[in-house]
């Protein structure tokens, strides 16, 4: 079981930037991918950034070049950079953690999430 903890959201005007952080229960250098996903009213669940194990990340075209997702592995702490925010940016934000078993069977661990809140 892996527990996610995010902090970081709030309100920002459009231009400005946030870092949401998620502090994981266990180490997460041993996790096969973590990554930050988003849900605006109405919408349904959407990817924003991943990053495997090894390194490689992964970016909804949305937030190509202006987010970058991070993490420590010492404080077991993923990150996610937003600059330049933009109102279509607003949602509440969910640290997820993912394992796949030998069988392939995917086991997903979400945070409670955090929102963030971009004016235009």
């Known amino acids: 079981q892996v527990r996610l903890v995010e902090s970081g959201g709030g309100l920002v005007q459009a231009g400005g930037s946030l870092r949401l952080s998620c502090a994981a229960s266990?180490?997460?250098?041993?996790?096969?991918?973590m990554g930050w996903y988003r849900q605006a009213p109405g919408k349904q669940r959407e990817l924003v950034a991943s990053?495997?194990?090894?390194?490689?990340?992964n970016y909804a075209d949305a937030v190509k070049g202006r987010f970058t997702i991070s993490r420590d592995n010492a404080k077991n702490t993923l990150y996610l950079q937003m600059n330049n925010l933009k109102p279509d940016d607003a949602a509440v934000y969910y640290c997820?953690?993912?394992?796949?078993?030998?069988?392939?069977?995917?086991?997903?661990?979400w945070g409670q999430g955090t929102q963030v809140t971009v004016s235009s």
């Open positions: 997820n953690a993912k394992e796949w078993t030998q069988r392939g069977n995917e086991f997903n661990y």
């Open positions: 266990t180490n997460i250098a041993a996790i096969a991918e």
């Open positions: 990053l495997a194990k090894a390194g490689t990340t």
